[in-house]
């Protein structure tokens, strides 16, 4: 069965050249040109991804991204964002967007960044992680215990909501406490080697964790260590 993707984009003529193009690799396409029905029918129908404007009509691809997620709706959404935008990018990455397409942009990077992103939801990034999924593991580092199999995080018995991939990030980091991984390795396990993005992608989602994680920053937090990457410190109590 052909994968579904929505396109939510004013653009008659990008949104026309979207459809073409990923009906031509075999999905099934859906477009919606408006943000409230896009919103409408990408909350009330299931999708293997979909492609989020920005600046739309109604409302904005940030209100519907904020929306979905608050919903707990984890379909993969690429965010599509004006050239030179970076506060959008950087945006639509802490409100839960999976990746980000640039306009103008070509064919072929299109298609190589929803190929990324669905073969990471597949499970791509999950093997490469070594994530265990078996009922009842856990990984408790002094207040922090985390549940892999549930995307479950609590810090002195209190839970923290964390986004899919904050949730990888922190995992990856708690696996190896104490030592020092490199922005590259972070990139390559979570977002997988074929990940088109910059490594401002990993520096956004660390900041993000370091902000939840104020919970409780005496027991635990993420340092950064200048040219290289980041580490997990836990002080147990």
Do not use: C
Request: proline share 4%; charged share 25%; glycine share 8%.
């Amino acid at each position: 069965m052909a994968q579904r993707l929505l396109v939510i984009e004013d653009e008659p003529t990008l949104s026309r050249l979207l459809s073409y193009n990923l009906t031509q690799e075999g999905f099934n396409v859906t477009v919606e040109e408006h943000g409230t029905s896009g919103y409408e029918r990408a909350s009330k129908e299931t999708f293997d991804l979909i492609l989020l404007d920005v600046m739309l009509p109604g409302m904005n691809g940030f209100d519907i991204l904020e929306k979905l997620r608050q919903q707990g709706i984890k379909t993969p959404i690429i965010i599509l964002t004006a050239k030179n935008a970076e506060e959008e990018v950087v945006q639509g990455l802490k409100m839960g967007a999976d990746d980000y397409i640039t306009k103008p942009f070509g064919v072929s990077e299109l298609l190589a960044r929803v190929s990324a992103v669905m073969r990471r939801v597949s499970g791509h990034s999950e093997e490469a992680a070594g994530v265990s999924v078996d009922k009842g593991n856990v990984i408790i580092l002094g207040q922090l215990e985390i549940y892999p199999d549930k995307y479950e995080v609590k810090l002195g018995g209190q839970n923290i909501n964390l986004r899919p991939k904050e949730f990888e990030v922190l995992l990856y980091l708690a696996r190896k406490p104490g030592v020092v991984l490199s922005r590259d390795d972070l990139m390559n396990v979570v977002w997988g080697f074929d990940y088109i993005g910059g490594q401002r992608t990993v520096d956004v989602h660390v900041s993000s964790l370091r902000k939840k994680l104020e919970l409780d920053p005496d027991s635990v937090f993420i340092d950064s260590i200048r040219g290289v990457g980041y580490k997990l410190v836990v002080n147990p109590k």
